[in-house]
T-cell receptor, first 112, second 115 residues
Framework: SQQGEEDPQALSIQEGENATMNCSYK?????LQWYRQNSGRGLVHLIL?????REKHSGRLRVTLDTSKKSSSLLITASRAADTASYFC????????????FGKGTLLTVNP | GAGVSQSPSNKVTEKGKDVELRCDPI?????LYWYRQRLGQGLEFLIY????????KSGLPSDRFSAERTGESVSTLTIQRTQQEDSAVYLC?????????????FGNGTRLTVT
């Protein structure tokens, strides 16, 4: 399977609920990043977590990293309709100094 | 401030024609990337520029694809003799330093349709 694969592929929740998306990777990384993409737009950087960090917060976002399981999760708390978007994780697979490898993303739909 | 700008936003072309896609990165960003995104898919790395040189062209799918960057600024991605499988959104991104710790700033992409 692909480096930086997210699951689930699609997630539909109600406003106010929490949304959790997961990402797995295969090779060593220096950091892992999460991006958001609204329909028809480019990607927007959300958060970066370094390989020596286990958890990071930014507003309603919480990211965890488990290097022993080669996985990361993105939690969005108290979701809003405006959070509807695709979410991608990206990592520097194989320790690349410059290249980010993106997964296929999770399409999150938050219903009002 | 201005973000990454891509033009055109949409391009429809006939199979066999050449197309040029343009990217204006954020001023001062030394690193520039091109990615391709097929419908419902993730991003496929095409090429990386550091300044005006391209140390990694490994993602270019065939010799019909080429890219250049001038003045450590504007980049153009050229696709010659387009094929239907080239239909996708082409995304450009820039970053301040071009290391994996620098977040990428993306443009809104060029949606290419080859008929």
């Amino acid at each position: 399977s692909q480096q930086g694969e997210e699951d689930p592929q699609a997630l539909s929740i109600q406003e106010g609920e929490n949304a959790t998306m997961n990402c797995s990777y295969k090779t060593s990384i220096n950091n892992l990043q999460w991006y958001r993409q609204n329909s028809g737009r480019g990607l927007v950087h959300l958060i970066l977590i370094r390989s020596n960090e286990r958890e990071k917060h930014s507003g309603r976002l919480r990211v965890t990293l488990d290097t022993s399981k080669k996985s990361s999760s993105l939690l969005i708390t108290a979701s809003r309709a405006a959070d509807t978007a695709s979410y991608f994780c990206a990592d520097n697979s194989g320790g690349s100094n410059y290249k980010l490898t993106f997964g296929k993303g999770t399409l999150l739909t938050v219903n009002p | 401030g201005a973000g990454v700008s891509q033009s055109p936003s949409n391009k429809v072309t006939e199979k066999g024609k050449d197309v040029e896609l343009r990217c204006d990165p954020i001023s001062g960003h030394t690193a520039l990337y091109w990615y391709r995104q097929r419908l419902g898919q993730g991003l496929e790395f095409l090429i990386y520029f550091q300044g005006n040189s391209a140390p990694d062209k490994s993602g270019l799918p065939s010799d019909r694809f080429s890219a250049e960057r001038t003045g450590e600024s504007v980049s153009t991605l050229t696709i010659q003799r387009t094929q239907q499988e080239d239909s996708a959104v082409y995304l450009c991104a820039s970053s301040r330093q071009g290391n994996s710790n620098s977040p990428l700033h993306f443009g809104n992409g060029t949606r290419l349709t080859v008929t």
